[in-house]
């Protein structure tokens, strides 16, 4: 989703602790701030002219007015999330702000803590369709342990969804430390991703058209040549996915890892998280930290899956073993098939499409995206059609 923000807020207070957030948390947003109370043929102007898609409230400066703003905002557009900024803890009247409309609530002092969790429950609900009718899917795409091929089936993955209707597919290399597409793929580094964040407020369609590479059909977004130490504290990642899920069918993006602010702030915003390891034991141990990370970081346990690969059932441990002990069920096993890897690694292309590696990641795929590849046309001989001609008289 791509957010365009209006906000109402006559106590100054109020607004520089709600502005640094709104720039931090949602960078690529523009906004509209209005200093002091409207009427409410100037807020259907606003919504109008502006047509923003999220709305925060100063609640505290004049009650009752503020009060008449949440409701006139509700009317106007019922799917407008609202969110009132209370000057202190009143949940009196916080119900009150609730039952006229507003969505969420804001206590000062507002703090980063309040505001992210604010914005992923609203994010959620556009996710879940109530607001959000793009259709599209983020699939993050993790290692549970360093060299599992994650980035691998990442790159692979994202090719193998044209097969399944997605007509406009992005690869995101979101890895701010050790990203590899660009090597993968054999792509001459010139832009980033961190282009595209330093460009906040002002990315537009034709900029990102600018900033990514296009092979095959897919679009990909480049990590950084050289790691980008520090990001988790300067930057914030979910509001250039939501930007890329506006305008892609799917986005497939590659992370680090699970640790840190940055690939965590994309495991919340994902669709489908695919936690990706092997069946040997230290992938098995990491495996486990990351799952438990992951659940105390509140992500969403439903939508992790967890993905094994450079599976042989032969050697390392066997698919009973790792559900057992991750106490989850193994969505879905890719063979061992180094040659096919290397080769593909070799000639920076996908994995050969005859390949076993291939035919697994395609029907991830498949599973992922829950739609069947389209049957090719049965070509028939002119004389079995004379035949079945003749049978049908």
Not at 234 to 244: K, Q, R, T, Y
Not at 315 to 332: F, K, M, P
């Amino acid at each position: 989703m791509q957010w365009k923000v209006l906000t109402i807020c006559p106590d100054r207070k109020l607004s520089l602790e709600l502005n640094p957030l709104l720039a931090e948390h949602l960078p690529f947003a523009p906004t509209m701030e209005v200093k002091e109370y409207p009427s409410r043929s100037d807020i259907g102007e606003a919504l109008q002219a502006q047509m923003p898609n999220l709305a925060f409230v100063d609640v505290a400066t004049n009650r009752e007015w503020a009060l008449s703003i949440v409701s006139d905002l509700s009317a106007l557009d019922s799917k407008l999330p609202i969110v009132a900024l209370h000057a202190g803890n009143d949940p009196d009247y916080i119900l009150r702000c609730l039952r006229m409309g507003a969505s969420e609530f804001l206590i000062s002092p507002i703090n980063a803590e309040q505001m992210e969790t604010v914005l992923d429950r609203i994010a959620s609900l556009h996710r879940n369709g109530r607001g959000n009718g793009s259709g599209s899917k983020v699939i993050c795409v993790m290692p549970a342990k360093g060299a599992c091929g994650a980035s691998t089936l990442a790159c692979s993955l994202a090719f193998q969804y044209k097969k399944y209707g997605a007509a406009r597919i992005l690869l995101a290399d979101l890895d701010p430390l050790t990203g590899t597409l660009s090597f993968q793929l054999k792509l001459k580094q010139t832009y980033s991703f961190m282009d595209a964040m330093s460009r906040a407020g002002g990315l537009d369609l034709d900029i990102w058209k600018g900033l990514v590479y296009t092979t095959q059909g897919v679009d990909v977004l480049l990590a950084p040549d050289q790691p980008v130490h520090g990001i988790d504290e300067a930057h914030d990642p979910v509001s250039l996915v939501e930007f890329a899920r506006m305008h892609y069918d799917v986005v497939v993006a590659d992370t680090g890892g699970a640790y840190g602010a940055w690939p965590l702030a994309v495991a919340r915003c994902c669709d489908e998280l695919l936690l990706v390891t092997t069946n040997e034991l230290p992938a098995l141990q990491a495996t486990q930290r990351s799952l438990a990370y992951l659940e105390r970081s509140r992500v969403d346990r439903g939508k992790i899956k967890i993905v094994v690969n450079r599976y042989h059932k032969d050697i390392g441990l066997n698919q009973d073993v790792i559900e057992a002990a991750l106490h989850s069920d193994v969505y879905h096993l890719i063979p061992s098939d180094y040659e096919s890897l290397q080769r593909a690694l070799v000639e920076g292309k996908p994995v050969a499409v005859g390949s076993s590696v291939a035919k697994s990641i395609s029907a991830l795929a498949e599973k992922l995206s829950g739609r069947k590849k389209e049957a090719p046309p049965v070509k028939t001989s002119g004389l079995a059609s004379l035949f079945s001609s003749l049978l049908r008289r």
